[in-house]
């Protein structure tokens, strides 16, 4: 049930903070993002970029996206697709693949949100999307002809591009835009293109066919590198404050206060330290070592922290935790709080780290038959996440405790637990 409040004779629907999808203003609490936008526009979309929005979820890419495509709609044709809904059987092949994009571009032009492209092309789009053939270079040239034909500038705007890197014909599309964008001087193309995932495609593993041209180490390194900031400023969160009033459990809003306590902690904290002497032993081959990471933190808490006090620990145990992880992945992966409970004796933290996820679980040790449920709950977890192994952290207060490294086996999952 939607929950109003009243305002004089009417009754106005009240704000609250959104963590699925898309935010807008009027009905979410939400920073103000109005620089941000304008700043990626005047940077880059009318400089004719072609760039990536890249980061871990829930930092507010898709709102970004949206905001781009409300502001630019009334003088660009902008085309902002997703790849979240599509099978990885569009990406099978050449075929499937060019009129699964064919199909997401007549979607937009259906229901008029694509402003400057004509019913020429409409039909045109519609009847390559009934024939028989179609391959790359045919989309290439009708890219070309539909930019031709359009009266103002294309944008191509395309979400959740992390559904589709690992698939050959997607690689071989980016090589298709790439090619394209060197030679805009001379033919028509998009005035720009933007990614978002929460991976860098310019990290993906690629594997460039034999006959598609090696001059260059990626399909993505078209333009001059930028990142885009999705982190909250100072003031943002400031704002953000203000409008703050009764969820205290909103995932982005704990993640965010959590990486601006971090950050202080990093500068002065022994397991910190710790973590960034060892930081290189912690990856190997573009993977990152959990197993290791939990083991060595067993080890540097014990020594750094053992003789501190209970309560300490129990108010500062995830946050020691996290702020060990930091300076281990930082700059190369990112983590966000999935917390499930309110009184914080069990919360999850999910990193995203060079492609691939790892769920680590915090909790405080209330016995054997609580430990048993929590990796119950963990595997049931994994299973959401679609992955075969995750991590446990148990902080242990008892007086005879023993600090241990151990793998169990968990209705199929391999769990590895730290109890400190």
Request: neutral net charge; proline residues 1%; aromatic residues 12%.
């Amino acid at each position: 049930m939607e929950i109003r409040k009243r305002r004089g004779k009417q009754w106005e629907r009240m704000k609250r903070f959104n963590t699925s999808g898309t935010c807008f203003a009027d009905i979410h609490y939400m920073v103000n993002l109005d620089r941000r936008v304008d700043r990626i526009v005047q940077e880059l979309v009318l400089e004719n970029k072609y760039f990536v929005i890249n980061r871990a979820r829930q930092y507010g890419k898709t709102t970004t996206l949206d905001l781009i495509y409300r502001k630019l709609r009334n003088d660009f044709s902008v085309f902002l697709l997703s790849f979240e809904d599509i099978s990885s059987e569009a990406f099978s092949d050449e075929l499937k693949f060019c009129k699964t994009f064919l199909r997401l571009l007549k979607t937009q032009m259906s229901y008029n949100m694509t402003e400057g492209i004509s019913d020429a092309v409409f039909r045109e789009t519609d009847l390559y999307i009934k024939q028989g053939d179609f391959t790359l270079s045919m989309l290439k040239d009708f890219i070309t002809h539909m930019c031709m034909d359009a009266d103002r500038p294309v944008l191509l705007i395309i979400d959740e591009v992390d559904q589709a890197s690992n698939n050959q014909v997607f690689l071989d599309f980016l090589a298709i835009l790439r090619s394209m964008y060197l030679k805009r001087r001379y033919i028509k193309t998009f005035q720009s293109v933007i990614l978002a995932g929460v991976y860098d495609v310019k990290n993906l593993q690629l594997k460039i066919r034999p006959n598609v041209e090696h001059r260059y180490n990626s399909p993505w390194n078209i333009a001059a590198d930028f990142n885009i900031d999705m982190s909250f400023s100072a003031e943002d969160i400031a704002g953000m404050l203000k409008e703050y009033e009764e969820d205290h459990g909103n995932r982005i809003f704990e993640t965010r206060l959590y990486n601006r306590y971090l950050t202080e902690d990093t500068k002065k904290s022994a397991i910190a330290d710790a973590a960034s002497m060892g930081k290189n032993q912690f990856v190997a081959n573009g993977a990152l070592n959990m197993d290791l990471v939990m083991e060595k933190f067993m080890m540097h808490f014990t020594e750094i922290y053992g003789n501190s006090e209970v309560k300490f620990l129990e108010e500062n145990g995830r946050r020691i935790f996290l702020t060990y992880l930091k300076p281990i992945i930082n700059g190369t992966g990112n983590y966000y709080i999935e917390a499930r409970t309110r009184d914080m004796k069990r919360t999850d933290v999910i990193v995203d780290y060079l492609g691939r996820q790892y769920v680590i679980e915090m909790k405080i040790w209330h016995g054997n038959e609580y430990n048993h449920r929590g990796e119950l709950q963990l595997a049931g977890y994994l299973d959401d996440y679609g992955l075969d192994q995750g991590y446990l952290v148990s902080f242990n207060f008892n007086k005879n405790k023993k600090t241990e490294l151990k793998e169990i086996q968990c209705k199929g999952k391999r769990i590895l637990e730290v109890v400190v």
